[in-house]
Each structure stands twice: as structure tokens, then as C-alpha cells.
């Protein structure tokens, strides 16, 4: 009896005092460091939950750029326990058609943004579980709305009232997995010329993230401590495969598996994106040394390759 | 009975555990995101009270440029809560005669700083209520004053302090708000050459906000859709205003208003800073297409607009 | 009776909601402010705490450097109270042979990251109680563990445990004072051409922080006021010793005291470093003026001095 009593008491004080662990709200935008947008959000988020634990992952993703800010979330976001509610911004085309939305992914990590693309990594990893538009009024911020922030407008004020205890489904209409945009990235495979695949992070030492995994390096045979070539913006570079950046000498050009298992070109103690001049979407074919004729020779399937589209759907 | 007793217990419990909502200081600084000097802050804040909620809004608006500093903070903090307290510091006379000062506006936010001018737009916004000069040596840091470090020593302190729930009147001196040094602006007014006012902040994505809102554009009789002509900088540009950013080509000029209801001058998916080569403090004039002789042919009017002085009392 | 037990509850309480003023894991690492990793360890450390606090002092000391990132993490780690964890990262030997160490020094302050120096001004400055190298797996992420991002897969994992009440003892076996790697510095010191010393820090204003303490400068009798004479990168520059930046004109360069108590040289409201294309690590001699023959002229002291070794140790 007195137990029971006890437990009453104890998860009244709880909610009484919201002193359970409080909700998390993590933020990326492009909204930069040094502007008034991101501590604006914040302000925004903590008007209408002054409980929820607010985390800036970054506010410096590339200016516009969606395809990096969903690598960059996802990486990001995998390292997050459940029921964490992501909320994030890149959005050039605010205050036109895109939908605003929030999405659910199988392993209760909730995101809010503009339905542009920028949760296709996130979908693609954890999975789909749900997702809603967001037009239910009450769910903005009060006043005007302006066409112009729609990340203090609409976006802040949902992610605050997920954080709030409030239900995605009433903040406006279903939305399938279909009805999203995704974006299309070149496909990292196993062909004649070599592994293709797209870099997807040029991050800020200078290292060249790729979407090329270890499983299909394991497939092609290739291990650490072989010499591959990859060939990337009509140049044809030779380095090392290796276990980690010092297994080369101080600025020499290296291959490492990354922390999610992905292909990366570094520069030990340097900057291989300023060396190779290379960002984000360029693509990219790495191959066993003397495997194919230098792509200067105009070998056609490698310039091919090079010159593929690197997205469908969006530019 | 019970009831009284259990909410006794219940507000001991809140006081005791310090479990309800925290108190928030918003920190805005030119002190660099690379540099010890935003962290120290912090760790003197949590020293002083550990229970505070810490939020950095900035710490990299441009280096000690005090005008561009005071738009930033109101932008930010018109979206905070009541009691929020803003530590702001942009202080290139440390050490020197200006004052260390607490400002408390009408809709009872509170800001820490030093008194150059910093809180020029918070005060023109939220009102001026009242404000102390800091001279109370038990507010300051423990150990010696610093003649370069005011943040860490008096500004840090007394914000935490204040979060703590210490009264503002404990830390020194009442001021009269016609005692605080306050920022002049070219004002925002229609004239006869078009709408004259200031660049108050160049963004990161090279947006350029101005200090001239809707309703002077209203009282012009200009509305979305219309093609304007800009003077800034003895360029003379023409660009759509328009509602949002993607209603003009990519890489295209566009005039829209911001968040904060105020004209801005972009170009979509692109810098307009860096093609104008402008910057917070330059004057501009918006006019419509062709209503005065080009400012390239000396037009009188035009010019003198252009080189007013600024600001009369802070350079 | 009544006190006992309400004593019993109130601790009882306090420990089931965690509503104790939380643990603090303060993050300073090299991972940049615009990419993933910064997000990542974040989100390690709450799936293991979700209590805890998280603080920011920095993301972007200069990449790979072990020296300037150690007199960042002091003179910010200075302010803090005691029991903070302070998580540092700068690691470009990740993977290698270097040890993960906890440190906690007489303050009763934790440090956690590489073995590689990064802890030398913080073991100097606090004192050196006790450390171990972390080797127990349980101590790390869940999962395999990568050979380039130990942030995530051993340090953010073993400052998350010690935030969560876990012993130090328990994450590996122990370390003497001896065992770790220190940086050796240029001393500062009061010799016949003057006082030497190195810069320990470049900051975002351009200042360049020597590492010269107040009590050398006391010893060779200067004081504010006085014209003095530095050789830097060999440059022979005559700058006031004075209180504060503003006691020179706009522009000039001074010498000031900075909030440690060490010499620092500054332009007012412009850039030392810019100017005198300085940065951390170069050595620096400061003299009376015309003291001593220009160095231009091959001084052997001075020469002499300018090219000594800056570390034995650690490049």
C-alpha cells in the first residue's frame, strides 16, 4: 500500500516538476553561426517548451546545399538514442510549393523540415515508418508567417510541440513514403571500370567522404595496405589503402574506411579537397593501379562515368 | 489538509531540487567560435550557478562592430521568453570609461553589457524599463579584474547572478535610458529621391537586410511583383520585388522582406553581398525603375544621400 | 523522525528524477563546427547519460594542433567548477599507437582524449592527481570500433561513464605523470637579449597570446606605459606596453596584459597577426627599444634565439 502510494507520488513529482530527462531537440540548418536565424529558432522552441534540451549539430552545412546537409544530418543523427526529434533546415525554395513536413523513421527518431530531399539519408538508413504535412494552423508560430523564415515560422513551432508531448497527426494530412522528394545519388557499384560512386562530404580538414561502403570494396577483394587509383575530376591519383591516416607519410594522399564504413581520400596532416579541387557530388571511380587507361587519354567509360547526371530528381 | 501539506511539499521539493523550469542566459559575442573566450564565459556562468540554462545565439558577429551587433540581438531575441537574460558583449573599449551596464526593456527581458550602444535596437523595440550601471565589486569575479576580459569578469558574472535570482538594483547605480549611449541610423524615410536607409546586416549567405520596413514600402505604393531600382554603393541596380526568393532565376537580384518585415536585398541561391561588395552601415536608396537620373552622372541628391555620415555620436 | 525520513526522500527523489544540478562534459576538439563529428559524440554521450549537460567551448582550434588546442582548453577549462569533464579531442594519430587516458587533476577536474600532449597546460596549470589509460571495452561504443573517429567510438563513450557516476579506475589500468606525453615550450624567461618566450595562441581578433607572464615582465622592471621593442618571425616591431587595447589609436599595435596575466600583442580594433603574418609556435624575443642591434642585421643572440627549437618532443 504505501508502495503504491510512493509510485503515485513519484511520477506526479516527475511530471510536476519535468524533471524526467527532458526531450531533445537537435538542430541543422544552414542558417551559419554568425546570423541571427539560429538563435532565433532556439527562441522560438524554448517560448513554447521551456523544458526541452535544445543541441546545435550545425548551422553550417554549404548555404543551399541539401544533398551534403542529408549526409551530414544522417551521420549525425545515427549516433542519437530514440525519440530524439531532429530539426532541420536547408531551404532555398522557402515560401514556395515544397511541403513543410515531419517525418518518423522506424527507430523513433522524429525529423521536421521543408520536403525537399533533406531526409533522404535519414529515410534510406532507418527506415519509414510514418509522415504528415504540416498545415494544421495552431501549429505555427503566432502571428504573421512570413515567406521568408519558415524555419522561425513553421518548422521551430512543430519541432517544439513534438517536444511538448504533442501528436505528428495533428499537424496536418498523411503523407506516404512515395509523396516525398528524394534525391538520387550516383549508385556506389562494382563495375568493369572500378567502384563508382559520389563524394558526399567534402568535410572541413579537407577529407573527401564517398558513398562507396566497405562491403563492396570487400567484394572487389581489395584490402588495407593495397595501392588503388581513383580517378576524380579528370585526375587520375594513386594512394594508399590504409587502416588509418598515419599509416602514410605527413601530407601524403590516403584511402580509409570513415567512421560509417564509407571510403574516404585524406591527406594525412592536410586537406585532399584543397589538393584535388573536389566537393560534394562530384563523382568518383576508384580502381586497382594500371587497371584502365588514364581518363586524360579520353578512355570513354571513365569520362562516362564522369559525366553522368548525378541526380534525377534534384539538381 | 492533505492537500496543503502535499503542496508545501511539493513547491519545498521544487526549490529544493531546483527542478523547475531554469532560468536561460542567451550569449551573443564577437568572441569567435574558435577562440577560450566563449567557454570561459560559460564555465564562470555555471560556477556561479549551476543550474542555469546556457544558449549561445553568437559569437561571431563581425569583430568589434557594435551597430551590426545590436540588429543581431534584437533579431534573436524578439523570439525569447520573458526573464530571459541576454549576455551580450561587443566591447572594443575594455578597460576603458564606458560603462558596464544592466538594461531591463518593458516586455522584461534583461541585458548585460557594456554600454556602447549594443542594445541600441533591443531598447528601440521592447521599451526601456530601467537600467544599473554594474559597480558593485561582490558582482564581479572573484580575484583581480582583468583590463581586457570584462566578459568573463563583470558581464558574465553579473548575468549569472541575475539568472540566480540576485535584483538588478543590488549590482550598482540606477541609469536614465537618456544616460545610455545609443546608436544613430540613417533613418528610414520616404523622400523625394525614394526610400532612403542603411544596410544593417550582411548575412552569411550574403543577404543584405535593411532598416527600411513594409510600411514605409506600403506608403510608397509598392507592392510585390514591381521591378525597383537600388543605390547602394554608387551602383544602381535593378531587381523584382518580389515575396519570396524563388520567384526570381537562379543567381538573379530580388528585393524581398524578411522575417523581421524588413527589405532585403538577395539573389536567389546566391550572394548579393558579394556582388555589391556592401555591408552593414552603407546607405542605400530604393526607388522605382528609371524616377532619377543615374547616381553615376552625379546626380546631386543622390549623392549627398550617400555620403551622410552614418551615425553622429558612434563612429 | 520525521526529518530522517524526510531527509531519506529527499535524496531518494533527487536521485530518481536526476534532479541534482547535472554533471557537465564541456567538448573542445579540431571536428569543425560545420560537419558531422561535433553532432555525432553528442549524440554518443546522451544514449549513454541523458542527464548529463552539454557544453561547447570549441569545435575549431586550428586542425591537427595539439599545441594551440592545449592553451585553449586551459584557459577556458580555468573558469569551470570542479567535477566539470572536459572531452578534447585533436587526434590526427587516431587509430595509432597513442593511448586514450582520463586525467583528473588536483581541482578535481577530468580530462579525456589521445595521450598525445593535448592535456600539457591543463596537468601544469591544475596539477596532476591521477590518470589511466581507458582499454576496458565495456568502456567504449556499442559496436565495432573504427580506426578514425575514436571521439565517438572510445572518448565521448568514457566521458559519458564518468558523467554517469562510473569510476575511473574501471576503464583501464594506471598511469603515472611520467607515463604521459608533455609538450615542452619555449620558456619564458628574463635573459640578456630581452625576454623570451613562444606564441601560444593566435585568436580570431589577430591577437598573438605569448606565453610571457605578468612576473617576468615585474622582474625585468617594465611597466604600462612604456615603449617596448619584440622580434617576431624577424621582424623588429616597437609597440606601447599598456593597460588596454584602446589606450592606442585605432590601428596601432599594443602590448598588453591579457585575462591570464600573459603578454599579448594586439592591434586596436584590427589584426596583430594579419599584419605580422604570425601564428601559434613561433618564438618571440621583447626588449627595451633600441635595446639590442636589429636582428635584420644577423644578431646571433637574437637569430640564435628565433631558431631554437620550439619543442624536443613533439613536432
Known sequence: MIRRISLIWFSALAVFFGCSSPSTIALLTDYGWDDPYAGAIQGVILSINPEVRILNLTHAVPSYNIREASYVLVTAAKEFPEKTIFLAVVDPEVGGSRKAIIV??????????????????????????????????LWFRKGDISSTFHGRD?????????????????????????????LERTPAELTEQGIT?????????????????????????????????????????????AQKYSDVAKGEMVLVLNGQGLLELARF???????????????????????????TNSSPAATATLSKPVSNRVK
Do not use: C
Open 269 to 295: 596532416v592536410g586537406s585532399a579537397g584543397d589538393s584535388l579541387r573536389a566537393m560534394a557530388g562530384d563523382s568518383i571511380v576508384v580502381r586497382t593501379v594500371g587497371s584502365t587507361e588514364p581518363v
Open 154 to 182: 513553421v518548422f521551430a513551432p512543430a519541432a517544439a510541440r513534438l517536444s511538448a508531448g504533442k501528436n505528428m497527426d495533428d499537424a496536418g494530412a498523411k503523407l506516404l513514403e512515395k509523396d516525398l522528394v528524394m
Open 197 to 241: 560512386g559520389e563524394i558526399l562530404h567534402r568535410d572541413h580538414y579537407g577529407n573527401l567522404v564517398t558513398n562507396i561502403p566497405a562491403s563492396i570494396l570487400a567484394k572487389a577483394g581489395w584490402r588495407a595496405g593495397m595501392a588503388l587509383e581513383f580517378v576524380l575530376k579528370y585526375q587520375v591519383v594513386t594512394a594508399k589503402f
Open 104 to 137: 518518423e523513421t522506424l527507430d523513433q527518431k522524429l525529423f521536421v523540415g521543408p520536403d525537399n530531399g533533406l531526409f533522404t539519408d535519414a529515410i534510406r538508413t532507418f527506415g519509414f515508418k510514418r509522415a504528415v504535412s504540416i498545415t494544421n494552423v
